[in-house]
C-alpha cells in the first residue's frame, strides 16, 4: 500500500466532552465516561478522536474560554483520568487530537488577571489594550458574539479587545513571551502523548495594528445571519457584507508565519499533525511547513447535496491544493447543524443521511464525523431561552426582544440557530435522560425526546438495518478498500443533475472503484459504459468471490453503490 500517515488513513471522531458521556452522574460528560467508551468506539470503526476543549474554564463560551491551557476542568476529571482516557484510546488503536485556541483566552486567566492589574504590570503587553477615542471605544470594530468588539476595565482605564465574548481577551501575538507561553503549553500535552492539535479560530489571531474603523453596515438580516461570527452560507450578499465589517479583524499578516513557528514545534515530535478550523488552502502553506489540513467547509455550506456542488466543489477545492497537501472533509461539527436536519428534505431524511455518509467515505481525503451522527441525531430546538447554554443566542434572542420581536418568534430564532441545538448529550438508551446521566439528574443541555423512538445506541445496537450498523459496516469497507483511502479522483457522468458518480484509482495496489451515489428520490437506470464493465460488488451485497457484468446499474432513491472494478 502506498505510504501514508497515520491522519491521511483515518477517520476522526468529534467527541463533544460535556455531552459524550457522564461517568460520575453530574449531569455532565466526563473523562471517566468517555474512557469507559473506547470499546464502543473501537467496534464503530473510529481511528483518530478529536476532544473539544476539555481545560479548566468559567464556560462562558462552553469551554472555548480557557482559564488554563495545562490542566483539565474539574467537571471533566483530573490530569491523570486524562491519561488513562488517551492511554486506553492508544492501546485500542486510537489516536486523540486536542481542540487547541490560539486567539483568546478566559478574562480569569492569570495571564489576563495580572494583564489588567495595572498599566505597568509585566503581562500588559500580553494582551491588545487601547485608549479610548471620544469617549468611547477605540474605534467602531464589532464581535460576531454581540456588540463592540472592545470592553472598557475600570481599573486600568484602558479597553481590552476581543474578537468573540467580552469573557475572551485577544492574545497579543506580537509579543514574544505570548509565543514562548503558549508553545510551552503546546509541549506538554505532545510530551504527554497527545497525537496533534485542531486549532480553533486562527483566521482571527492578528488584526490590522493600525486598528481603522470599517467602513460596513451592520444591518438587522445580517446580525441574524452572522451572529456565530462568520456567514455560513453560500449568499454572496451576506459574504460580501461581513467582510466590509470584519476585513481589519481577520487573515491579517502574520498568521501564516505564526503557523509555521508552531509547525516547527509540532515536528519536534514524531508523527503528529495539525488540522485548522479554516478552510483557505493557504493554511497548508508549501505543503509541508504549515498545517497538515484545513476543512473543507465550502462542502457543507448548502441545504442540499448536489452532485453539481459535490462536483464543484471537489474540482475547485483539490485543484487549489498546494502539492503533496492532503484534504479533509467533514457535514457537521459542534458549531453547525446536525447534517441529518440540515440536508434532510423531510420525508427521506435517514436516507439522505445515509448517502451522506457515504459520500464522506469514499471522497478524496480524511473524514472528520461528529459524535452522535452515527445514531441519527438530530437537532433538538430548546423550548425556553432560560434551557440555553450558547451565549450568542442568548444574546441574539434578547436584542431580538429589545428590537420588538414577539418572544416566541425570537425563540424560534434563536433555538433555530442556537449551537445548543447540536450540543445535547448523547443518547445511549432509550431511559431517563437517554441513559447519558441517572434518572432525575439535570443534565447540562436537555436531552433529544427522540431517544425515545429508537435514535439511541441501544435500540440499535443489534438491529442490523440500524444507521448505527450502517455506519460500522460503511468505515469496515472503507479500511478494507485501498483505493477508497488514498485513490485519486476521477468524476464520470459528469452531466448528471440527480447521481454523482467517480472512481477512485490506486496503483499500489492496483485497483479502482466505481462509487455512484443517488442524490435524488427518484430511482435511476444508469448506463456506465466503462471501459471495464465486470465489476465486483463492494455496496450493497458485497460479493466474496464472484464478479458481474455492469453495464447497466439500477439504483434505488439515495442509493449507494460501490464497487471493485475488474480487468477481463
Known amino acids: 500500500m502506498t505510504e501514508l500517515k497515520w491522519w491521511q488513513t483515518a477517520v476522526f471522531y468529534q467527541i463533544y466532552p460535556r455531552s459524550f458521556a457522564d461517568g460520575n452522574g453530574d449531569g455532565i460528560g466526563d473523562f471517566m465516561?468517555?474512557?469507559?467508551?473506547?470499546?464502543?468506539?473501537?467496534?464503530?470503526?473510529?481511528?483518530?478522536?478529536?476532544?473539544?476543549?476539555?481545560?479548566?474554564?468559567p464556560q462562558f463560551d462552553v469551554g472555548y474560554d480557557i482559564s488554563d491551557y495545562v490542566n483539565v476542568a474539574p467537571e471533566y476529571g483530573t490530569l491523570d483520568d486524562f491519561k488513562r482516557f488517551l492511554d486506553g484510546a492508544h492501546e485500542r488503536g486510537i489516536r486523540v487530537i486536542l481542540d487547541w485556541v490560539l486567539n483568546h483566552t478566559s478574562h480569569l486567566h492569570t495571564w489576563f488577571i495580572e494583564s489588567r492589574s495595572s498599566r505597568d504590570n509585566p503581562k500588559r503587553d500580553w494582551y491588545i489594550w487601547k485608549e479610548g477615542r471620544d469617549g468611547g471605544p477605540p474605534n467602531n470594530w464589532l464581535s460576531p458574539f454581540g456588540g463592540s468588539a472592545w470592553e472598557f476595565d475600570e481599573t486600568t482605564g484602558q479597553y481590552y479587545y476581543h474578537y468573540f465574548l467580552k469573557e475572551q481577551p485577544d492574545l497579543n501575538w506580537r509579543n514574544p513571551e505570548v509565543k514562548k507561553a503558549m508553545w510551552d503549553a503546546v509541549r506538554f500535552w505532545l510530551d504527554m502523548g497527545v497525537d496533534g492539535y485542531r486549532?480553533?479560530?486562527?483566521?482571527?489571531?492578528?488584526?490590522?495594528?493600525?486598528?481603522?474603523?470599517?467602513?460596513?453596515?451592520?444591518?438587522?438580516?445580517?446580525?441574524?445571519?452572522?451572529?456565530?461570527?462568520?456567514?455560513?452560507?453560500?449568499?454572496?450578499?451576506?459574504?460580501?457584507?461581513?467582510?466590509?465589517?470584519?476585513?481589519?479583524?481577520?487573515?491579517?499578516?502574520?498568521?501564516?508565519?505564526?503557523?509555521?513557528?508552531?509547525?516547527?514545534?509540532?515536528?519536534?515530535?514524531?508523527?503528529?499533525?495539525?488540522?485548522?478550523?479554516?478552510?483557505?488552502?493557504?493554511?497548508?502553506?508549501?505543503?509541508?511547513?504549515?498545517?497538515?489540513?484545513?476543512?473543507?467547509?465550502?462542502?457543507?455550506?448548502?441545504?442540499?447535496?448536489?452532485?453539481?456542488?459535490?462536483?464543484?466543489?471537489?474540482?475547485?477545492?483539490?485543484?487549489?491544493?498546494?502539492?503533496?497537501?492532503?484534504?479533509?472533509?467533514?457535514?457537521?461539527?459542534?458549531?453547525?447543524?446536525?447534517?441529518?436536519?440540515?440536508?434532510?428534505?423531510?420525508?427521506?431524511?435517514?436516507?439522505?443521511?445515509?448517502?451522506?455518509?457515504?459520500?464522506?467515505?469514499?471522497?478524496?481525503?480524511?473524514?472528520?464525523?461528529?459524535?452522535?451522527?452515527?445514531?441519527?441525531?438530530?437537532?433538538?430546538?430548546?423550548?425556553?431561552?432560560?434551557?440555553?447554554?450558547?451565549?450568542?443566542?442568548?444574546?441574539?434572542?434578547h436584542r431580538e426582544i429589545a428590537d420588538g420581536t414577539p418572544p416566541d418568534v425570537a425563540l424560534a430564532r434563536a433555538a433555530r440557530d442556537s449551537r445548543d441545538r447540536c450540543r445535547t448529550p448523547l443518547q445511549w438508551r432509550n431511559a431517563p435522560n437517554a441513559g447519558f446521566s441517572p434518572s432525575g439528574v439535570r443534565t447540562w443541555l436537555p436531552v433529544n425526546p427522540n431517544h425515545a423512538e429508537g435514535v439511541n445506541i441501544?435500540?440499535?445496537?443489534?438491529?442490523?438495518?440500524?444507521?448505527?450498523?450502517?455506519?460500522?459496516?460503511?468505515?469496515?469497507?472503507?479500511?478494507?478498500?485501498?483505493?477508497?483511502?488514498?485513490?485519486?479522483?476521477?468524476?464520470?457522468?459528469?452531466?448528471?443533475?440527480?447521481?454523482?458518480?467517480?472512481?477512485?484509482?490506486?496503483?499500489?495496489?492496483?485497483q479502482t472503484c466505481l462509487v455512484v451515489l443517488n442524490l435524488s428520490e427518484r430511482p435511476q437506470k444508469i448506463d456506465l459504459e466503462l471501459p471495464q464493465n465486470v465489476v465486483r460488488c463492494l455496496y450493497p451485497m458485497p460479493s466474496t468471490n464472484t464478479s458481474e457484468s455492469l453495464s447497466q446499474l439500477e439504483l434505488a432513491p439515495f442509493g449507494i453503490y460501490i464497487g471493485e472494478l475488474i480487468s477481463s
Open 33 to 57: 465516561g468517555m474512557a469507559e467508551k473506547l470499546d464502543y468506539l473501537k467496534d464503530l470503526g473510529i481511528d483518530a478522536v478529536w476532544l473539544s476543549p476539555h481545560f479548566p474554564s
Open 458 to 510: 441501544a435500540d440499535q445496537q443489534d438491529d442490523p438495518k440500524s444507521m448505527l450498523n450502517f455506519y460500522r459496516q460503511m468505515l469496515r469497507l472503507r479500511k478494507e478498500t485501498p483505493s477508497l483511502i488514498f485513490g485519486d479522483y476521477a468524476p464520470i457522468h459528469e452531466k448528471s443533475n440527480e447521481y454523482f458518480a467517480f472512481l477512485r484509482k490506486s496503483t499500489s495496489p492496483d
Open 199 to 397: 486549532l480553533d479560530a486562527i483566521g482571527t489571531i492578528f488584526e490590522r495594528p493600525d486598528m481603522p474603523d470599517h467602513d460596513g453596515e451592520l444591518t438587522d438580516e445580517l446580525r441574524r445571519a452572522l451572529h456565530h461570527g462568520f456567514p455560513d452560507g453560500s449568499d454572496k450578499k451576506v459574504a460580501n457584507a461581513w467582510e466590509r465589517i470584519y476585513h481589519f479583524q481577520h487573515e491579517q499578516p502574520g498568521v501564516h508565519e505564526l503557523m509555521q513557528e508552531l509547525r516547527k514545534v509540532i515536528d519536534e515530535y514524531p508523527d503528529r499533525m495539525l488540522v485548522g478550523e479554516n478552510s483557505d488552502v493557504r493554511y497548508y502553506g508549501n505543503g509541508d511547513n504549515e498545517l497538515h489540513m484545513a476543512f473543507n467547509f465550502p462542502l457543507m455550506k448548502t441545504d442540499r447535496i448536489t452532485p453539481n456542488w459535490v462536483r464543484a466543489n471537489q474540482q475547485e477545492r483539490l485543484a487549489s491544493l498546494p502539492p503533496g497537501a492532503w484534504p479533509c472533509n467533514t457535514l457537521n461539527n459542534h458549531d453547525t447543524s446536525r447534517h441529518l436536519t440540515r440536508y434532510g428534505d423531510g420525508r427521506n431524511n435517514e436516507a439522505i443521511a445515509r448517502t451522506s455518509l457515504a459520500l464522506m467515505l469514499t471522497m478524496r481525503g480524511t473524514p472528520f464525523l461528529y459524535n452522535g451522527e452515527e445514531i441519527g441525531m438530530t437537532d433538538y430546538f430548546l423550548p425556553d431561552i432560560s434551557l440555553f447554554g450558547d451565549p450568542p443566542a442568548v444574546w441574539f434572542y
